[in-house]
């Protein structure tokens, strides 16, 4: 199985700041990684589909890369609502699986 | 719009099965598959296994043997079953829409919260 090890496992930041959050493939995934987003309620959303590209409808400040092995999500100015919970997915090869998330608290 | 909306129980007693059905709208059951996914406190998130549009699954090896989906294209509804629960399988069950191959779980379910106990 692909291991997602995701980081930081929690993320204090500010309104306003740009933050960053990776996850890095045990294996080869090429672009086959999404990022989710979980808000208190349980409510899951798709933010980022094969790496890089937006969602219709998410907010322009959210952005994918990829260097190597390493998947990055990045918030470019953090808003009140962005203070939730975070997962990758690799949908490489089966079984697919999930890094173990990050919780962005408001500092 | 898409939406799928989950039904099931939230308590099951030990060596029970677990049966949640997922009715979808929004969409046809016979051109996007669904997927099954749970979140537990010790092990995140889990994918559990697919069914595709055609009616073939796919599952998780480790849960092979105890899974089955299963759908009902007329009524919109995918049907999870899981047999033998034990106290481990207590989590947050969810049905996701496969909307293409950049698109695994593009729609979510609300999830069901399950707890396994006598």
């Known amino acids: 199985d692909i291991q997602m090890t995701q980081s930081p496992s929690s993320l204090s930041a500010s309104l306003g700041e740009r933050v960053s959050l990776t996850c890095r493939a045990s294996?080869?995934?090429?672009?086959?990684l999404n990022w989710l987003q979980q808000e208190p309620d349980g409510t899951i959303k798709h933010l980022i589909y094969?790496?890089?590209s937006l969602v219709s409808g998410v907010p322009k400040r959210f952005s994918g890369s990829r260097s190597g092995s390493d998947y990055s999500l990045t918030i470019s100015s953090l808003e009140s609502e962005d203070f939730v919970d975070y997962y990758c997915?690799?949908?490489?090869?089966?079984?697919?699986?999930f890094g173990a998330g990050t919780k962005l608290e408001l500092k | 719009q898409v939406q799928l909306k989950q039904s099931g129980p939230g308590l099951v007693q030990p060596s029970q099965s677990l049966s949640i059905t997922c009715t979808v709208s929004?969409?046809?059951?016979?051109?996007?598959?669904v997927h099954w996914v749970r979140q537990s406190p010790g092990k995140g998130l889990e994918w559990l296994g697919v069914?595709?549009?055609?009616?073939?699954?796919d599952y998780n090896a480790v849960f092979i043997s105890r899974l089955s989906i299963s759908k009902d294209n007329s009524k919109s509804q995918v049907f999870f079953k899981m047999n033998s629960l034990q106290d481990n399988d207590t989590a947050i069950y969810y049905c996701?829409?496969?909307?293409?191959?950049?698109?695994?779980?593009?729609?979510w379910g609300q999830g069901t919260s399950v707890t396994v106990s006598s």
């Open positions: 996701a829409r496969w909307g293409g191959y950049y698109y695994p779980m593009d729609y």
């Open positions: 929004g969409f046809s059951l016979t051109n996007y598959g």
């Open positions: 069914i595709w549009s055609g009616g073939s699954t």
């Open positions: 294996q080869d995934i090429g672009s086959s």
């Open positions: 094969a790496t890089s």
């Open positions: 997915l690799q949908y490489a090869s089966s079984p697919l699986t």
